[in-house]
């Protein structure tokens, strides 16, 4: 009689149980964040967007799915390429792959004074002084900087001939920033400001004749529209990948973690891809038909000694934050 009354409250507690666990599993889970990302590059196959490609996969993978990223490339959104920085604050979308953001956080140019910074060795001194300076302006702006690679200097790109400084006078460049600009207008040549996506148009029809790019950026994407490419290092050309920081602040911490760690890990290995890439680029261009001149160092000396008195001029147009950050800079640099 005991063991029968015994079966019976077990059998009780058991119907109890499942009914509980089936309850449990009626009720919705916690919903899964839906992101995305926009891009400048309107190509996939490019080192920088197949890096972010893998490391939205990763934190899809890692965070079990509580978080996925859709990454939209440049031109698939109506988003100019000058404005990502300020879609990203307004939450329009969550994270971006920002270069153009110079509009919006001034004193990121530092790092793109044409001239300045001359090795790669060169910018990691630099980039280690400017971070505090570049992760302050964002959050201003409702936004985290997750992390930033780097591409190889930018150069230029002709369909007109270009093999040396004085073949820029009359020329119409495509810039990626004012301090590009104001080195072009110093060599006689006219900047055109345009996102990535417009370029193919504008060589098209004429609107540009060249570009400053690197060759494993877009030199390799458009190197059918070009006859000359000149090797004279202006400047490098950083990218942030940048997150909405009420978005990200929502995140579990173990979310926020893991995200930063991938980001992080990854942004290395995009910055090698494109270096070690840019060479061999560079020389199937060549094999290809297109004239490479490999900048003297008269050309060098002479770029210097034409745009060095705008690098203070510049800070002190900006504020006493970029004054002081260029101080650093130039001190680190002993230039």
């Known amino acids: 009689m005991k ?27 916690a919903a899964a964040e839906k992101w995305n990302l926009y891009v400048y590059n309107a190509v996939s196959t490019v080192s920088a967007v197949k890096g972010l490609v893998k490391i939205n996969e990763e934190i899809e993978r890692e965070t079990g799915g509580a978080l996925s990223i859709r990454l939209h490339l440049g031109g698939s959104l109506p988003i100019n390429t000058t404005t990502i920085t ?23 140019g530092v790092l793109r004074l044409p001239m300045l910074i001359q090795t790669l060795a060169e910018y990691q001194k630099a980039a280690v002084i400017m971070e505090p300076y570049l992760q302050r302006a964002f959050e201003k702006k409702g936004l985290l900087v997750l992390g930033q690679y780097l591409y190889p200097t930018q150069v230029a790109f002709s369909s007109k001939k270009l093999t040396s400084l004085s073949d ?18 110093r060599l006689g040549g006219v900047p055109v400001t345009i996102g990535a996506p417009e370029v193919p148009s504008a060589l098209d029809r004429g609107v540009v004749d060249g570009v400053l790019t690197a060759s494993s950026g877009g030199g390799n994407i458009w190197k059918d529209m070009f006859k000359y490419n000149y090797r004279l290092g202006i400047n490098y050309f950083n990218s942030v990948v940048i997150v909405n920081k009420d978005r990200f602040s929502k995140l579990d911490p173990d979310v926020q973690a893991k995200v930063r760690r991938i980001v992080t890990d990854n942004m290395p290995l995009i910055t090698g891809a494109m270096e070690g890439e840019e060479e061999a680029l560079t020389k199937k261009f060549a094999d290809g038909g297109m004239t490479i001149t490999r900048e003297a160092r008269q050309d060098v000396e002479q770029g210097m000694k034409l745009i060095a008195p705008f690098w203070d001029e510049w800070a002190k147009s ?8 260029l101080k650093k800079v130039r001190a680190a640099l002993a230039r």
Not at 86 to 108: E, R, T, W
Not at 168 to 185: A, M, N, W
Request: charged residues 20%; aromatic residues 8%.
């Open 3 to 29: 063991r029968l009354s015994f079966v019976l409250r077990l059998r009780s507690f058991l119907i109890v149980l499942a009914g509980a666990a089936a309850l449990a599993g009626a009720l919705p889970a």
């Open 86 to 108: 300020q879609a990203v604050s307004d939450d329009v979308v969550q994270m971006g792959d920002d270069g153009y953001f110079l509009g919006n956080i001034p004193i990121g």
């Open 168 to 185: 820029f006078k009359g020329l119409k460049i495509r810039v990626t920033s004012p301090e590009q600009s104001e080195f072009i207008k």
């Open 318 to 325: 900006k504020g006493p934050d970029a004054v002081e950050a």
